[in-house]
């Protein structure tokens, strides 16, 4: 482990060779860390998503870090947020259109790159956030039970990736603009008008994607009517 200052924003972070999971790392050191922290690892060997989903997290081919710090009390669309965040990085630093796949997800063409995890805990009285991020770059195998995973296909500087993510993510909280994060995060949105399916109560539905409501909800429309997601998986039907 070694720890260096983030220029771009006053935070410190602190750089394993392996970890568990970053975001695991925060929850479980919380009491003796200062927020806001990052933490990044070259690779994890328990790497998680959403819905107790693994994240394929092998050494070297990707990027994988969390950002632990106190939300703004009015920042409710962290994930989305963090998603354009995430976006705007890779397109500013690599020139790469990534799209957002409602709610976590970024995919470049029909494979996911990166994807993001959002928890919220009680550290020491403290309502603490964090957000894990794992994009990968050049990983080539994946495991078997993540059939739609990718890579952006290219090597590129790490840590000017993480630390502009970060610095606009903190400006996004300290500065948070609902208007603008969901303008952002609607134009980025690739799966607006294709047929999803998913899951509610145990029932299987079918639907197209409207759009998202302004609580970040993903609105779709169903052979019974409009539905609207505030949260779960969807699926992308190809036609």
Known sequence: MYNYSLEVVNINKLHFDSLTSTSDYIRENAHSLESPVLVVADMQTAGRGRHGKSFHSPYGTGIYFSIGFEANDDFDLITPGAAVCLQQSISQLTGIETGI???????????????????????????????????????????????????????????????????????????????????????KMFIIGKDIGFCRNGIDYTGTVLGVNDEGNLIVNTPGGEMTLSSGEISIKMR
């Not at 796949?101 to 956030?129: C, M, P, Q």
């Not at 296909?153 to 994060?181: H, P, Q, Y």
């Open 101 to 187: 796949k409602w709610v976590n997800d970024l995919y470049l063409g029909s494979k996911k790159v990166a994807g993001i995890l959002t928890e919220r805990f009680v550290s020491e009285g403290k309502v603490l956030t964090v957000v894990g991020m794992g994009i990968n770059l050049t990983t080539r195998e994946f495991p078997p039970d993540a059939p739609v995973a990718g890579s952006l296909g290219i090597e590129t500087d790490k840590d000017a990736l993480i630390d502009l993510t970060v610095s606009l993510l903190l400006k996004m909280n300290d500065c948070f603009d609902r208007e603008r994060v969901l303008k952002q995060y609607r134009e």
